[in-house]
């Protein structure tokens, strides 16, 4: 019986992220386009046409209509299936890890998803189209600033210095780059990233960001899909890496003290 129980939990926890994941995707072509995610039904970016309930089933309509779309006959973007894919993987993975970890309640559930779902919009969004919503940034922050406010209010001093520190270094590599090396995008993604994480987390997940930044910059250029002058949507790295060390603070926290007192 409880084997049940759970096979079900992590189908309805996966069906839930895959139409959850369906949402995210028309969140970010629309923020890029200037319109609402809220308003109006689901359309061919390419033809326009209305698409059908039927031929808008998270991942199943993708493999039934062949990858392509029913009314121009285009390709659909990889995007789509794979938004969706990754979201049920996150809502399924996010569950059994709290549980792991011995922090499973519905708060830190509900925050912890909020957290990677608006970290995954940010990603996807700055990838295809190099534009960070400020509307996901500043639905983030708030939902942060409620959660520390109310469990850890305590912090919340710090994680506004840890904050205002993380902006103020980006916009100084902004002002010195004049905008070519990093956009006010990234700018304001490292205020939140400071607020997130605070010291000395937020610290990893730059390092990390620019380290696996300037690996992929090396390799896109040696592989000829990119030039030196080219810009790189910087965005993607520090979402992921932010993401890595939000979710493995304490193991991160327990590398740095063995270093440190070995």
């Known amino acids: 019986m409880l084997m049940v129980i759970s096979l079900g939990l992590w189908l309805g926890l996966f069906a839930l992220g895959l139409s959850l994941g369906s949402f995210f995707n028309v969140v970010v072509y629309r923020l890029a386009k200037g319109g609402s995610p809220l308003k109006g039904r689901s359309f061919c970016p390419k033809c326009k046409k209305k698409i059908s309930w039927f031929d808008n089933i998270p991942l199943l309509s993708f493999v ?4 392509n779309c029913r009314h121009c006959g285009k390709p659909i973007s990889w995007q789509y299936p794979l938004v969706e894919l990754a979201t049920a993987l996150l809502t ?4 059994f890890w709290l549980i792991y970890n011995l922090q499973l309640t519905i708060y830190n559930f509900v925050f912890y998803l909020v957290v990677s779902y608006c970290l995954l919009i940010i990603f996807v969004s700055d990838f295809r189209f190099m534009i960070i919503p400020d509307e996901v940034l500043i639905f983030l922050s708030v939902i942060s600033l409620l959660f520390f406010g109310l469990y850890s209010p305590a912090v919340l001093p710090f994680r506004f210095l840890a904050g205002f520190s993380s902006g103020l270094f980006f916009y100084l590599l902004y002002e010195l780059t004049k905008g070519k090396g990093m ?4 700018v304001k993604l490292a205020f939140l990233i400071g607020f997130l994480l605070g010291f000395p987390f937020l610290l990893w997940a730059f390092f990390l960001a620019f380290l696996t930044g300037a690996c992929v910059g090396v390799i896109l250029i040696l592989s000829g899909r990119k030039r030196a002058k080219s810009k790189i949507a910087f965005g993607p790295f520090l979402s992921f890496n932010t993401w890595v060390v939000f979710l493995w603070q304490g193991v991160i926290n327990s590398l740095f003290l063995s270093v440190l007192w070995p």
Do not use: A, Q, W
């Open 64 to 67: 039934l209509l062949n990858g």
């Open 92 to 95: 399924v993975g996010l569950y």
């Open 183 to 186: 956009g006010f995008g990234d």
